[in-house]
């Protein structure tokens, strides 16, 4: 199946987290709106009413500006203020203008893909920049030399707790030489579910050395299993791989059966591919197999390989954002 008929089903597969962000985005945008409309000006439109409320006792007697300013909220904006959310604004605009795109990652012949990986969180990441950009200003806490970039970049390492827990999903295009999974583990945290979809040949068992406890592994050759994984509410990582790499889901909801193993490659490959070495695809084959041989999962001398035990349960449907960005945005942790 071409790469583009595969990402186009590992959208719609995760449609229900994407639909969440592009909402909670939305939603933001017209926060952002709001509070531009409401404290654009100095003070808040109070000079009009104080000229009307005081009448001709006002004239050129007092200067109703600075009268109407010992009135005004400390956190009414001034237009220094309004600039900071406007480029907040804007930059929730562009994230909104690229719909479906912003989660999709495609990487040429040769890229990197930890790298490419990390610049395209980076760029989601200024969702929550700009969220906390907003509420910086609007307390009178923004810094300029730290906090002007959060509208331009926001590195996941710098993502707290919450936002990592609201990170949305990401299906990146790779070649199968190129396939250095085990570099994507530092981004295996809260919430984030990477879906890679793999072009040409493909080490055997390139997620093997990410299976951990509480993270959601799929290797699949058809995507059939990505509704599940889009469901889990924790960190996950999934690769449509070609029919010769190993098939398996590594589901943590699942207790005792959380193996669950369709295929094994009866040894690995010979030669590297890329810069992958064959010593390389070879120990993270005899990783998946050892954790086949902790699970009880019988495998046969054909390659396929079964499991006692029933069906692995599934979880509630992923929720929509539980509030909007600006509400999440946890800055107890933001100097």
Request: proline share 5%.
């Amino acid at each position: 199946m071409p790469s583009e008929e595969r990402v186009d089903s590992a959208i719609k597969s995760l449609a229900g987290p994407m639909s969440a962000f592009k909402s909670a985005l939305a939603t933001t945008l017209e926060q952002i709106r709001g509070i531009l409309a409401a404290g654009g000006s100095n003070n808040n439109g109070q000079s009009e009413r104080f000229v009307t409320e005081l009448g001709p006792f006002a004239s050129d007697r007092i200067d109703i500006d600075r009268f109407s300013k010992l009135f005004t909220t400390e956190n009414s904006l001034n237009s220094v203020k309004a600039q900071r959310i406007d480029r907040a604004y804007e930059t929730m605009s562009t994230l909104i203008a690229q719909g479906d795109n912003l989660f999709v990652v495609n990487i040429d012949e040769a890229g990197n893909l930890r790298d490419s990986v990390a610049k395209a969180l980076e760029h989601l990441g200024t969702a929550f920049g700009a969220a906390r950009v907003v509420e910086l200003s609007r307390t009178d806490r923004y810094q300029f030399e730290e906090h002007a970039k959060l509208v331009s970049s926001f590195p996941f390492a710098e993502w707290n707790t919450r936002e990592r827990r609201l990170a949305p999903p990401l299906i990146v295009v790779v070649d199968g030489k190129d396939l250095n999974a085990v570099a994507l583990a530092e981004f295996l945290d809260g919430a984030q579910k990477i879906v890679l979809i793999v072009r040409g040949a493909s080490p055997p068992a390139p997620l093997a050395r990410l299976i951990t406890p509480n993270t959601f592994v799929v290797q699949t050759t058809d995507g059939s299993t990505l509704e599940r994984f889009a469901e889990w509410k924790g960190a996950g990582i999934a690769a449509v791989v070609p029919e010769s790499a190993a098939q398996f889901v590594h589901d943590p909801t699942a207790g005792s059966d959380r193996m669950a193993v369709e295929f094994l490659p009866e040894s690995g490959p010979s030669r590297p591919l890329g810069g992958i070495s064959a010593a390389q695809q070879g120990e993270e084959l005899r990783q998946l197999k050892a954790l086949c041989d902790g699970a009880g999962l019988a495998v046969s001398a054909g390659g396929d390989a079964t499991g006692a035990g029933p069906p692995a349960g599934r979880v509630e449907p992923v929720d929509k954002l539980a509030a909007w960005l600006l509400q999440q945005a946890d800055l107890s942790d933001v100097g």
